[in-house]
């Protein structure tokens, strides 16, 4: 648990340098990534990293940061001292990070990774990414609609409507089939028939996760 500490530092303290001046940074090597920028009315989803679909929810003055640090993987380590001293192999896993500022007061968002990118309609961006995919679509069971086989993000806002969560999943990504972030209106459901669900898609972020 100390490098997820130590991962959620560097990114809120990246997060708080850069929220006063929304924009998209360009995403630094490998295994990084960095997304900011300000939510755009949805027909304008073609050329808008973040789009609202509910403006009472997330108006366009709103803004958000999203981070993901990938860690490990097969044939990695983590080299302490000389060489050939201290090697052990590195934890495999996922650490994602997100800041929200503008949103509505006081109000609890389900958020998660999803499957492909923010598009002028709420669905675009397909279903919830899974590490095990659940063969029954839209995934409602809590054996694969649960925290630790998706990427949940749920927020709850202060009165500023400022907010940010964590998560951390022993597993990666597979290349190129994470493509989004999306916030609901509600807070996620845990139970039979309702895991994973969150209400209407309000807003959509563009995430290049590796």
Partial sequence: MSLVKAVTAAVAMGASMTIATPAVAAPPPHPFVFVHDRFQPASQAKSAGAVTYDRS??????????????????????REGGEG????????????????????????FGIHVHTKPCGT???????????????RQPSTNPK??????????????????????????????????????????????????????AGDRVACVNVPFK
């Fill in 57 to 78: 929810l997330v108006p366009t003055s709103a803004s958000v940061f999203i981070a993901e640090a990938r860690v490990g993987g097969k044939g990695m380590k983590n």
């Fill in 85 to 108: 001293h201290g090697q052990h192999r590195m934890h495999k896993g996922t650490f994602v990070f997100i800041s929200v500022r503008g949103l509505s007061a006081n109000h609890h």
């Fill in 121 to 135: 309609k709420p669905d675009s961006s397909g279903p919830h990414y899974q590490n095990k995919q659940d063969p």
């Fill in 144 to 197: 694969y609609a649960n925290p630790r086989n998706e990427v949940w993000l749920d927020v709850t806002t202060r009165g500023s409507g400022k907010g940010w969560a964590k998560s951390w999943v022993k597993w990666n990504f597979r290349p190129d089939e994470a493509r989004s972030v999306v916030i609901h209106k509600h807070a996620t459901g845990t139970t039979s028939g309702k895991a994973g669900q």
